[in-house]
């Protein structure tokens, strides 16, 4: 299983540009998330899926999209891209809700000129 | 509202010492904890959770819910031990939806 990956690894946009950013996991996970990660902030919620056709707000959903047509896929959006969305983006899944543990991506390290 | 804070950014130790990395939360209700680490050029991974009451590489975390902590603790540090060190919190009730609201983050250095 190569668990969960997101693509591109690195991204520099101009202002105003848009992309989408990939992740992708094999493990038939039904949740999967979306956090960002800023310097000395900790990684906040951007948005989540509890399963395919499923999606909600986190704490930090403006400025970005995201849809789940498939298990396996969970891409975000970003409209439009700001200086202030330059930070490291991670995606993780997991089985279920609860204590079941959540497995990250690598990280996509997004830098908005 | 709920909120994990670490309130330090940088702890440096030598190998050998005991090591404590503090977490306090705050939360109404019953809360999940969980301690993430992330080694260099690696992604975040699991580290441990309250409610396992194990000991993952050395490491061991008390939930204590009078003082709302969480602190992580290892008696003897290694030097690969070195890595960013996250606190987290999944505080929901019925339909969980496992959110994590991730703490500041603290760097565990361990100097030979």
């Known amino acids: 299983n190569a668990g969960v990956t997101q693509t591109p690894k690195f991204r520099i946009l101009k202002i105003g540009q848009s992309m989408t950013l990939q992740c992708t996991q094999d493990?038939?996970?039904?949740?999967m998330y979306w956090y960002r990660q800023d310097p000395g902030m900790g990684l906040k919620l951007i948005y989540y899926?509890?399963?395919?056709?499923?999606?909600d707000k986190g704490e930090v959903p403006n400025g970005y999209n995201v849809s789940r047509s498939t298990t396996e896929d969970f891409p975000l959006r970003l409209e439009l891209a700001a200086p202030s969305q330059t930070s490291v983006y991670f995606c993780?899944?997991?089985?279920?809700?609860?204590?079941?543990?959540?497995?990250f991506g690598p990280g996509t390290r997004l830098t908005v000129l | 509202a709920q909120r994990v804070t670490q309130p330090e950014k940088l702890l440096s130790v030598f190998k050998g010492a005991p090591v404590e990395l503090k977490c306090n939360y705050s939360?109404?209700?019953?809360?999940?904890l969980f301690w993430y680490v992330q080694y260099s050029r690696q992604r975040l991974q699991l580290l441990l959770r309250h409610i396992s009451r194990e000991s993952i590489k050395g490491f061991t975390a008390d939930l204590n819910k009078g003082e709302t902590s969480f602190h992580l603790k290892k008696p003897f540090a290694q030097e690969e031990d070195s890595a960013m060190y996250y606190c987290?919190?999944?505080?929901?009730?019925?339909?969980?939806?496992?959110?994590?609201?991730f703490g500041q983050g603290t760097t565990l250095q361990v100097k030979p």
């Open positions: 899926s509890v399963g395919a056709g499923i999606t």
């Open positions: 993780a899944s997991r089985l279920a809700g609860g204590t079941d543990t959540q497995y």
């Open positions: 493990m038939n996970h039904n949740y």
């Open positions: 939360y109404s209700g019953s809360p999940e």
């Open positions: 987290a919190l999944s505080g929901e009730g019925s339909g969980n939806t496992g959110k994590l609201i």
